[in-house]
Each structure stands twice: as C-alpha cells, then as structure tokens.
C-alpha cells in the first residue's frame, strides 16, 4: 500500500497573511479561501499536497521540510532577497543570511519563518 500526505493544516494568528507568505516565497499560487471551508486558506504545493492555513489564537508553529529542485530552492531565495525576508542555515538560525552548503540530507539547505513561528526548510542538491 502506498501513502501519500493529502494535506496538513497550519496554523497561523492570519491564516490570510501566513498562506499569502507561504505562497508568495514558494511561487505558488495564491486562490484565497477554500470555496466550502472557508476558515481555510489552501495552498497547492503540488498534485499530492496541499497546507491548509487555519487561524487559531495560539499558533504552535511547524517545522515543515520540501525537497526541491536546484532552480525552485535559487528562485526561493532570490524571492526572499527581494522582499528581505530573512532566512538562515539552521533551524536556530532562520536568520542568519546563510545557506547551509553541507545539509545533513546531502546538498544545500535554507530555513525560514512566518510570523506564526512555523518554520519551513527548503532541502536541494547543490547545482553543478
């Protein structure tokens, strides 16, 4: 049997301003709230995932980790150059400015946070 995650809820104090964020670091697609669960902001990560962004009044924070192409993981961090986003080089230093050229998963790693505290890591292999 095979399993696939669906989808995962995030929490977030602005579902609205977390999915926006999410959406607009990753270059993905930003539809607004879910037509039939409206306390729901669903961001397509690919055909086998969507986050679903959900207001609560204490968010907990994630840590959510995406292996992605080398062009995905560039264009990531060039968006957030672009927005002065901070990033980092470990999960205790989402802020740094560095990228981690040695991650423990082979490759490159970056990490990032919303201002919910969830924290995205974003895994590639190095470019040649």
């Known amino acids: 049997m095979t399993i696939t995650l669906d989808h995962t809820v995030v929490t977030a104090a602005d579902n609205d301003e977390a999915a926006r964020f999410f959406a607009a670091v990753m270059g993905l697609e930003y539809t607004g709230p879910h037509p039939h669960a409206r ?10 995932l969507t986050l ?3 207001t609560v009044a204490h968010p907990q924070g994630h840590h959510l980790a ?5 062009v995905t993981f ?3 961090v060039e968006r957030m150059d672009a927005r002065e986003i901070p990033y980092g080089d470990g999960p205790a230093h989402a802020d740094n400015g560095r990228i981690d050229h040695a991650h423990p998963h082979g490759g ?11 924290l995205y890591e974003l895994i590639s292999p190095c470019r040649t």
């Open 74 to 76: 560039d264009t990531a």
């Open 39 to 48: 306390h729901f902001v669903p961001i397509r990560v690919n055909e086998a």
């Open 108 to 118: 490159r790693g970056v990490y990032f946070s919303d201002a919910s505290g969830n």
């Open 66 to 70: 995406f292996d992605v192409d080398a």
């Open 52 to 54: 679903d962004f959900l």
